[in-house]
C-alpha cells in the first residue's frame, strides 16, 4: 500500500437553482498523505464544500460527482451512504470552526468524547470513561478528571476545540478534516490548538486536510497548499514556496494583508479576472 | 494649547461587579488614530462602549472635545461621535433599505437637504446610486459594512469610534475597507480609535497603538515601534511572534 490515504480527481459539487445549477466546487483534483495539506480560499471558494464532499455530508439538493475519489484504496464513488457513514468518525473525521455550536450543551464533555468511543467501539464500552480521560490528557488539558464532568458552557473556547480534537481523535481516524479549527479562536490559543494538531501528524501519521481563510496560518502550519477561488483550484503549491506564487490571484491575497514589516500608504487592492473561472 | 477631542481618565467600567476595564486613560488630540489590541475579553470594546454610553456602570472621567460626559448621551455628542460595529450583518435593520437606514439620521436630527447628503454619503464610500433602494440581504458583507460607515459619516462626525471594522470580512476586501476609513480620516481630518485584535491592523492604520490585556494596558507606543517586532511588555511580545503564523517553538512555549 502507498501511502496515499485519499485521492481525488475532478471533484464537483454542484446545486441546483431557478436559473440552473451554481457550480460551489468545479474540478479540483488533489492526493493526500500522512502531511498537512492546506486548503485556502475567500468565502465562496467553495474550500469548506470540498471537505463535505469528501466526508458525504454534502447537503441535499447539492449534488457530487469525481472521475476519481478513494480512501485508502476504497472507492467512495460506489460506497453507498450507510457505508459511508460508518467510515465518516471512524477513520474519516471532522473539526468544525467553533465549539460552542459544536458540542451538545446538555451533556458533559467527557461523556461526549466516551459516547464516540462506544459508538465505535460497541464491545468495549466498558473502556470508554478511561479511553475518554486518555484522548483529554492527550489534547493537553491538565486534569481530566476535573474537565470531563464540565458541560460545554463551562469551558473556554481553546478547550472546547480541544475536547473536539479528543472527541475526533478517540475513534483512532486515519483523516482529519479541520474546517476554521482556530478562527474562533484567540492567536495565544490558537498556536497551542495547532501544535496539538501537528503532534497528530507527526506522531501518529494522520493526514490532515486543513481548511482555512488566514494565508498567512496556512503558510506556517502547512506542508502544502491549494488556493480556491470561485469553487476552482487556482494552484497547488508548497507552503514554503508560497512567497514565489505565480497567480495572480494568490498573490493578491498575500499582498492585501497589512503587515507589521511593511509600511503602506495604501494596501494593494486586485480585480478579479473573469478568466480564473474558464 | 488645541483642545483634545477624546480625554479618557481612569476608566473603569464593571459588567455586575467585575472590572472588565480597570482604570485605562489616554488622550487623542484632533485627527489622531489610535488603536487599541488585544484578545476576547480584555476589555477593549468595552472602552469604546463606554465612551459611546453603552457601558453604564462607570467611573472615570471621558471628556470629548473639552465637554464632560455624563451617563447619558444627548443628539449633539451623535453629531460629534459616531460608531461602527464589527457585525455588518448585524448593524443593519434587516427589514430598511440602504435609503431609509441613512435617512433616519438626517430626520432625527432635524437636517434638511437629505437628498443631497444621501448621496454624497454613499459616494463617499464608493456604492453607486443602484444600491441606495437595496435591502441589506441583497448585499455582500463588505458593502454593507461600506453602509455602515455610510451611516456613521453621514452626520459629519469628527470622531469615529471603530470596533473591529473589518474582523467579519475577507482579507480582500478588509483591504478595501481599511483604505477607505483611512482615505476618509484624513480627507474629513477626523480623530479615528479603533480596537482589533489584529496586531497589523491596527498598526497600519494608527500612529499610536495601546496593548490591552486584563482590563489595562500593558504597553502604549507609535506603532513604528511595533514593527521591529520587539516589545518591553512580556504579552505585546506574544502577540507579536504569533502575528507572524505558526511556529513550533513558540507553541511549545505557551502550552501548558
Known sequence: MSDILLDVEDLRVRFPGLSGYTEAVRGLSFTLGRERLGIVGESGSGKSMTGRAILDLVPPPGEVTAKRMAFMGLDLLSMPHRERRALRGARMSMVMQDPKYSLNPVMTVGEQIAETWRIHNPGEAGQARERALAMLDAVRIRDPKHVYDLYPHEVSGGMGQRVMIAMVLVADPDLIIADEPTSALDVTVSMQVLAILDDLVSQRGLGLIFISHDLDLVRSFCDRVIVMYGGAVMETLNARDLDHAQHAYTKGLLNCLPRLDRVDANLPVFTRDPEWLK | ?256
Open chain 2, 1 to 256: 494649547m488645541t483642545e483634545k477631542a477624546l480625554d479618557v481618565r481612569d476608566l473603569v467600567v464593571r459588567y455586575s461587579s467585575r472590572a472588565v476595564v480597570d482604570g485605562v486613560s489616554f488622550s487623542l488630540d484632533p485627527g489622531d488614530s489610535f488603536g487599541i489590541v488585544g484578545e476576547s475579553g480584555s476589555g477593549k470594546s468595552t472602552v469604546l462602549r463606554a465612551i459611546a454610553g453603552l457601558a453604564t456602570d462607570r467611573s472615570g472621567t471621558i471628556d470629548v472635545a473639552g465637554k464632560r460626559l455624563g451617563a447619558k448621551r444627548d443628539l449633539a455628542f451623535c453629531r460629534l461621535v459616531q460608531m461602527v460595529f464589527q457585525d455588518p450583518f448585524g448593524s443593519l435593520h434587516p427589514k430598511q433599505t440602504v435609503d431609509r437606514a441613512l435617512a433616519e439620521p438626517i430626520a432625527i436630527h432635524g437636517l434638511g437637504d437629505g437628498e443631497r447628503r444621501i448621496q454624497e454619503a454613499l459616494d463617499a464610500v464608493g456604492l453607486g446610486r443602484g444600491f441606495r433602494f437595496r435591502y441589506p440581504h441583497q448585499l455582500s458583507g463588505g458593502q454593507r459594512q461600506r453602509v455602515a460607515i455610510a451611516r456613521a459619516l453621514i452626520l459629519e462626525p469628527k470622531i469615529l469610534l471603530l470596533d473591529e471594522p473589518t474582523s467579519a470580512l475577507d482579507v480582500s476586501i478588509q483591504a478595501e475597507v481599511l483604505n477607505l476609513l483611512k482615505r476618509l480620516a484624513a480627507e474629513r481630518g477626523m480623530t479615528m480609535l479603533l480596537v482589533s485584535h489584529n496586531l497589523a491592523v491596527v498598526a497600519h492604520m494608527c500612529e499610536r497603538v495601546a496593548v490591552m490585556q486584563s482590563g489595562v494596558f500593558v504597553e502604549e507606543a507609535p506603532s513604528s515601534r511595533f514593527r521591529s517586532l520587539k516589545a518591553e511588555h512580556p504579552y505585546t511580545q506574544t502577540l507579536l511572534d504569533a502575528s507572524g503564523g505558526f511556529r513550533r517553538g513558540l507553541a511549545a512555549g505557551l502550552v501548558g
